[in-house]
Nanobody, 124 residues
Framework: VQLQASGGGLVQAGGSLRLSCAAS????????MAWFRQAPGKEREFVVR???????YYADSVKGRFTISRDDTKNTVYLQMNSLKPEDTAVYYC???????????????????WGQGTQVTVSS
């Protein structure tokens, strides 16, 4: 499956953005999907995951502010980001996991397919 992330940009603190991840080549419903992010000088970190059944797992740093959703009819996953903070500045990547296991959703090794990333910059 090929993944194409989009929707990043520059926003002021407290603002909102919605990222999209469009899949092609395979049906998205066959995958659990996740978003990761990588800030300058830092390692890539887990943000959120949605299972094939719609169950979600959020990093503590984004709980209550970010919402992941999936529309399998459009082969697209979304990340609604509200109340953005400067520390949310990063390149955001979507990723696909073909397994059905719910163990360790943040483990990057389980995600076989990755999008190219989209830059999110939050100014203070």
């Amino acid at each position: 499956v090929q993944l194409q992330a989009s929707g990043g940009g520059l926003v002021q603190a407290g603002g909102s953005l919605r990222l999209s991840c469009a899949a092609s080549g395979r049906t998205l419903s066959n995958y659990a999907m996740a978003w990761f992010r990588q800030a300058p000088g830092k390692e890539r970190e887990f943000v959120v995951r949605v299972s094939r059944s719609g169950r979600t797992y959020y990093a503590d740093s984004v709980k209550g502010r970010f919402t992941i959703s999936r529309d399998d009819t459009k082969n697209t996953v979304y990340l609604q980001m509200n109340s953005l903070k400067p520390e949310d500045t990063a390149v955001y990547y979507c990723a696909a996991d073909p397994s059905s296991s719910t163990l360790v959703p943040s483990d990057q090794r389980r995600y076989h397919y990755w999008g190219q990333g989209t830059q999110v910059t939050v100014s203070s």
